[in-house]
């Protein structure tokens, strides 16, 4: 065996290469990934006042040869959008242009994050009139360390080489060593940055020089651009156009390269060759041009499809020339030219939407693959290709229409696209791979000498190693050989390095198996042997003789003479199963069906059955069975004496020495439990403690089997559920469980099988069960009332959750996602995705999960696995240690909890005490089951909805007949339908017509505008918010007011008889009308029933009734002149009776029999007269109380003053670490207002000034973050 390097021998290799199907490169370091970190350069501005308006239109193409659903985020401004891409399909994402990087030395935090759930390949596309260029984008597994700039040079006048660098962690160390000047850092001399994760530093030159040969290296891989801001390519052409292209670390550089001109442009195009190592000699259609050190590049004109070698790995761009140079359509654009050693078979590439008149793409392949590439299904024809001079390539100029394009073949090939208009252009490679065969020091081809007959295979390994002797995986290895026999084919090497090709050589002699890779060329030797004809006349065949031979349906033995002698063979008989057909309660004799399997059956066409029964006071039997003659499997149904017995069964076929036999294990058939239940069904599903409807009573069976009606809010069925998503990738699929206290089990049944990982929540009472997305958190219900139901289509969140690991509803049915990647839980609309900003959490896989009793629990795998409890005060309490790979949790039908963990085949029990109290092993289809990440959720369908409130308030506002001062009240119904009340200080004398929002903020209504009362401080979050219509006219006098149970604002205005709905956009409070029509009279607004079944009703003050405003319905009451209305906590309707003549007084309606109860009269200090009422389930963490006590306990502290205040506020704050720290001001929803502090401080403890006279008045939060702690406090801003 030997190794050499020529270019000779290597251009006859690839002569004689031809084509073999495409290797698999989802596992290679290629274009295609999972996980993209993107850039767009600074391109020239916008001008909207030119004719036509030159805007700037940022673009990402992403197709997938498989089919692919991912998300793309941008942190740094907010945008987050989802994609779902077909097979060989390619869709367009629309940036905003506010993604731009801008300014020279600068950091910014707009990297692009794409994810996916299948390899995908990304370009990006930066379209601007008369100025734009693409790239092919690389996945972070193909990213590396160090990097060459390629830019181009800037006119003496113009700054414009440009280059930016894209982080995907944090601490990520960048060492810059510029050929050009970049803001106060000076050519030549190395500076560093430091990034954190999405952070992209972009640097340019100054005017008449060139960023070319730049040293990037950096302490992990990252991404880099070369661009240009706007490059006159060459300097003499004009007019100027955009550059960019994403780079390929050093490792990816490769040696061979062959070049086809742009079509439809004359006077060639420039080439640019840009060297990594000292003494790097540059050849060109097989002339040597230059030898370069590393950093430099070497620069020329090719008009003709040309080859290009270097003699150690070099980066090669090709640019188009300004418009000037020709007269023609196009201007300056960039490509890269990828080594013919990272070629790939396939490609899937789009031209722009719109906006370029000409399209083209280039594509060289070897001679022997010609009339094999394939686009989008058709062949192109040979005679496109043209052939490149002095090497075996052939090159073709493909015009193509707008639109997307797959082109496949068995041989690898390149390919790049790129497209002209007038004074403007784009282009970009289609794709390669991105191995490291920069790296690539030696060649192995082994065995060295072969033997085998002819028509059979043989086997090659080839092995690359580096200079140190270390394996290299993902590099493309051909293979061709030379002599009787012609095969081909080319592979990648796995982790071991090792490469592997087989052929099978029908000619006898001698082959010569050639293995190249760059310029490393091994081969080795294999010797084709006559080969053996079997006695049917196959070459190497199997039919020998003393082998099986079959003739005519009879089985025989070939001789030596090949022919098949007709012998006795043994036959093969297996059992395989029985099934009981009978059931044991209504059949005496059990009947079975067993299963058995022929082979070899020599046309036998009975067996005895024998039947053993192990009970001696039973005779055994014997009968005479049909078996099939052909054999294969079959069933044979027999019955039994009795149940209770033991039995082994045997079957015999054939006689002498063609028979054969099979017995059974022990069948063994205990005598059934036959239960009646209630309805008179043997073993029925009607038992004491389920659910019964008789005669129209619904309820539960007693013990008695007496159909008992039910109390309201009892469980009528508890169900459990858990999700599982495959740690070794797969289909996720959902199950639903049931434990089985007897033997410790819970037994699974899948009922969903999806193709993405997704977390769950289960809604008892609609019986729906939320598949929540767990790269976005966007959620689809699947109705598990019966089998089979509805799994509807998506509802995508306001604003991504990534990694949305744990999901729950609370006892008030509100909706809650963690998010791992943010530490916070959210709430979230269930109609309308729109997310809500919770409180902080460590959330780290695990789940959460609602009692009965409103507390929410938190598995988390944090601090080793925990399960904490963050109850509605916004304390939180460690209740136990769990393993540390928790993955969901659910509570049981008695409270205690219960939480599933990866890797496990058991579901652990536990108290909220912290007691381990045992554990229940996963059963699936009757085998253990393990779980992979999943997810667990429970809850109860109720026979009847109760109010089902943890926090339910009542006020009242008094307007006394005497003129003195309006109060405000807290109302409290006691046990003994008595009611006390408590006064709240602060409360403005004016506000008389009041509503409680889910958040327990009191809106009040007065005249034109609204307030925003806050009981729990006893001051204004808002004031003089206006009521204005969508288009702007102002509205007043409302003397009705309420929020419904799904948290929409109504009010009623008496001049117009009509009811608005009330959502406050920008300062204003948008009134949109509800319902017109109706008799608005002094009276109230109340809501009645559950958020997904309510009554909104009206009370008329003047006829004194009560309309229902869904059906128009009207209920008389006795009593009169009722000014405020709303709900108990019992069902019952508060009303406040503005007649003077009766003295007013607060008086309970129900609603039922409409019967009323005097429960606080005029007298003493009460004066209860012309007043108003509100109630509600306040269902989130009071304001006071937004602090994350999930984390250890807070050693920090942090005042606020004045708060609060009229715009300017002074923060002091300490904490016991300076490093990693953040000071930040949020509003409600959770967004920043304005950082304060960020990353490492000087001083643990500090006084800042914080200016709010540009906020709106409100209530915000002030969070100091350090370490692992966190302390939140409230703001107050009131102008």
């Known amino acids: 065996m030997k190794t050499f390097k020529t270019h000779a021998l290597k251009a006859f290799i690839v002569a004689a290469l031809f084509a073999l199907l495409t290797p698999n490169l989802f596992s290679q370091q290629s274009s295609l990934g999972t996980d993209f970190w993107l850039v767009f350069n600074e391109t020239i501005p916008e001008d909207l006042n030119a004719s036509p308006p030159r805007i700037i239109d940022l673009q990402i193409f992403i197709s997938s040869p498989t089919g692919a659903s991912g998300t793309v985020t941008i942190d740094g401004i907010g945008f987050s959008e989802s994609f779902d891409v077909e097979s060989d399909g390619l869709i367009t994402v629309n940036i905003p242009d506010g993604a731009l990087i801008i300014g020279s030395n600068v950091i910014d935090s707009k990297g692009i994050r794409i994810e996916s759930d299948n390899p995908i390949s990304v370009y990006g596309l930066n379209q601007r009139s008369f100025s734009t260029d693409a790239y092919l984008a690389l996945p972070i597994n193909a990213w590396g360390s160090n990097y060459y700039v390629m830019s181009y040079s800037n006119l003496a006048q113009f700054t414009g080489s440009q280059f930016a660098v894209v982080a995907k962690e944090d601490n990520t160390v960048l060492t810059i060593t510029p050929t050009a000047t970049i803001g106060f850092n000076t050519a030549g001399i190395p500076f560093e940055i430091t990034l954190d994760e999405g952070e992209v530093y972009q640097g340019r030159s100054v005017a008449g020089s060139d960023l070319t040969g730049t040293l990037v290296e950096s302490s992990v891989p990252v991404g880099v651009f070369g ?86 790995p070099a980066l090669l761009a090709q640019f188009m020339r300004g418009t000037t140079a020709d007269g023609l359509d196009g201007d300056p654009a960039m490509v890269l030219i990828p080594p013919r050693e990272q070629f790939v078979g396939e490609y899937t590439v789009s031209t722009p939407a719109s906006g370029f008149e000409t399209n083209h793409m280039n594509i060289v392949v070897d001679n022997n693959g010609l009339g094999s590439i394939l686009i989008n299904g058709v062949l192109i024809d040979a005679e496109e290709f043209t052939p490149i001079a002095g090497t075996t390539f052939n090159a073709a100029q493909i015009a193509i229409e707008l639109g997307t394009y797959n082109l496949t073949s068995n041989t690898a090939f390149g390919i790049f696209v790129y497209g002209t208009n007038p004074a403007d252009s784009y282009a970009y490679p289609g794709g390669q791979i991105y191995s490291a065969v920069a790296e690539v020091n030696s060649l192995t081809l082994a065995p060295e000498n072969s033997e085998a007959p002819a028509f059979s295979e043989l086997c090659f390994e080839a092995t690359l190693t580096d200079a140190d002797g270390n394996p290299i995986e993902g590099v493309r290895i051909d293979f061709v050989t030379d002599g009787v026999n012609d095969a081909s084919g080319f592979s990648f090497t796995n982790a071991d390095g090792v490469a592997t090709f ?29 080969p053996t004809f079997d006695c049917q006349g196959t070459p190497n065949g199997t039919a020998l003789p003393g082998t099986e031979c079959e003739v005519d349906g009879e089985f025989g033995i070939w001789s030596e003479n090949c022919d098949c002698v007709i012998e006795a063979i043994p036959c093969e008989l297996s059992y395989i199963s029985f099934e009981e057909l009978t059931d044991g309660c209504e059949d005496e004799q059990p009947m079975l069906d067993l299963v058995f399997d022929l082979t070899n059956p020599n046309a036998a066409s009975e067996g005895t059955l024998f039947i053993d029964y192990a009970n001696e006071s039973i005779d055994d039997e014997e009968i005479i069975v049909e078996v099939p003659v052909d054999g294969g499997e079959f069933s044979q149904m027999i019955t039994l004496e009795s149940y209770g017995v033991m039995v082994s069964i045997e079957l015999t076929v054939g006689e002498g020495d063609e028979q054969c036999s099979a017995a059974s294990t022990d069948i063994n058939l205990p005598i059934p439990e036959c239960v009646t239940d209630c309805e008179g069904v043997v073993n029925g599903p009607a038992l004491p403690g389920t659910s019964c409807n008789v005669s129209g009573i619904s309820g539960f069976w007693n013990e008695n089997c007496e159909c008992i009606p039910s109390e309201p809010g009892e469980c009528e069925s508890y169900r459990y559920f858990l999700a599982d998503n495959p740690t070794s990738g797969g289909d996720s699929k959902l199950y639903e469980y049931i434990l089985d206290e007897e033997n410790d089990a819970a037994i699974m049944e899948e009922i969903l099988s999806l193709s993405y990982p997704f977390h769950i929540a289960y809604d008892g009472n609609a019986e729906l069960v939320y598949i929540v997305r767990s790269a976005n958190g966007n959620f689809r219900t699947l109705d598990v009332s019966d089998s089979g139901g509805e799994l509807t289509e998506e509802v995508v969140l306001s604003e991504a959750l990534a990694n949305a690991v744990a999901t729950g509803f609370d006892q008030n049915g509100i909706f809650y996602i963690g998010s791992e990647a943010d530490g916070a839980i959210y709430t979230v609309d269930r109609e309308t995705g729109m997310v809500t ?56 039908e008695n409270g205690d909890g219960l939480v599933s963990v990866r890797d496990r085949n058991r579901l652990y029990l536990g108290d909220d005490a912290g007691n381990q109290l045992g554990s229940y092993i996963l059963v699936l289809d009757g085998e253990v089951f393990t779980t992979g990440n999943g997810d667990m959720a429970s809850g109860c369908k109720e026979s009847q909805s109760g109010p089902g409130c943890n926090n339910f308030v009542t006020y009242y506002t008094g307007y006394p007949q005497n003129g003195t001062d309006n109060e405000l009240f807290a109302i409290t119904l006691n046990e003994d339908n008595t009611l006390d009340l408590t006064q709240i200080e602060g409360f403005s004398t004016d506000d008389n017509h009041i509503a409680v929002s889910p958040d327990g903020l009191i809106y009040a209504v007065r005249g034109s505008s609204i307030d925003i009362f806050d009981p729990a401080t006893a001051s204004y979050a808002q004031q003089n918010i206006p009521i204005e219509t969508e288009s702007g006219q102002s509205l007043s006098g409302f003397p009705a007011a309420t929020f419904d149970l799904s948290g929409t604002l109504f009010i009623g205005k008496s001049s117009n008889n009509t009811i608005y709905s009330v959502e406050i956009v920008g300062g204003v409070a948008v009134a949109t009308v509800a319902f017109s029509g109706v008799d608005v009279s002094g009276g109230d607004l109340i809501a009645t029933g559950t958020p997904d079944e309510q009554i909104l009703w009206l009370i008329n003050r003047t006829d004194n009734t009560l309309t229902n405003l869904l059906d128009n319905s009207l209920i008389p009451l006795e009593l009169t002149e009722i000014n405020g209305a709303c709900l108990l906590e019992d069902g019952r309707l508060l009303l406040a009776n503005g007649n003077s003549s009766e003295g007013g007084g607060l008086y309970a309606l129900d609603l039922v029999d409409l019967s009323t109860e005097l429960l606080a009269a005029t007298g003493g200090p009460d004066v209860f007269f012309n007043g108003d009422l509100a109630s509600g389930c306040v269902s989130a963490v009071a304001i006071q109380n937004f602090v994350s006590t999930a984390y250890p306990e807070s050693e920090m502290d942090l005042t606020i003053a004045p708060n609060p205040t009229e715009s300017v506020a002074f923060i002091s704050y300490s904490t016991i670490n300076s490093e990693r720290m953040s000071l930040e001001v949020l509003d409600l929803q959770g967004r920043v207002v304005e950082v304060l502090l960020s990353g490492n401080q000087d001083q643990r403890e500090g006084r800042i000034e914080f200016d709010g006279s540009a906020l709106t008045n409100g209530i915000y939060l002030v969070r100091l973050i350090s370490g692992n702690q966190i302390e939140v406090k409230k703001l107050i801003i009131s102008h």
């Not at 087989?502 to 006559?530: K, M, P, R």
């Not at 929410?856 to 393993?883: D, F, H, I, W």
């Open 227 to 312: 661009s240009h801001f706007c490059a006159n390519v060459t300097l003499n052409d004009v007019a100027c156009d955009h550059l960019v292209e994403m780079l390929p670390p050093l490792s990816s550089w490769g040696q061979s390269f062959v070049t086809v001109p742009f079509a439809e442009r004359e006077g060639g195009d420039v080439f640019r060759v840009l060297a990594s190592t000292d003494n790097t000699q540059v050849t060109i259609n097989g002339s040597v041009v230059s030898t370069l050190d590393e950093g430099e590049f070497y620069e020329t004109i090719l008009v003709d499809a040309s080859s290009i070698e270097t003699s150690e």
């Open 502 to 530: 087989c052929y099978s050589g029908e000619n006898e002699g001698t082959d010569l198996i050639i293995a190249f890779q760059g310029d490393l060329i091994q081969e080795v030797s294999a010797v084709w042997t006559e």
């Open 837 to 892: 900003f919770f409180r902080n959490a460590p959330v780290q896989g695990g789940d959460l999960a609602f009692r009965a009793d409103g507390n929410l629990y938190l598995a988390t795998r944090a601090n080793n696995g925990k399960v904490y409890e963050l109850n509605t005060e916004g304390e939180t309490s460690l209740v136990q240690n769990v393993p540390a790979l928790v993955t969901g949790m659910a509570i049981t």
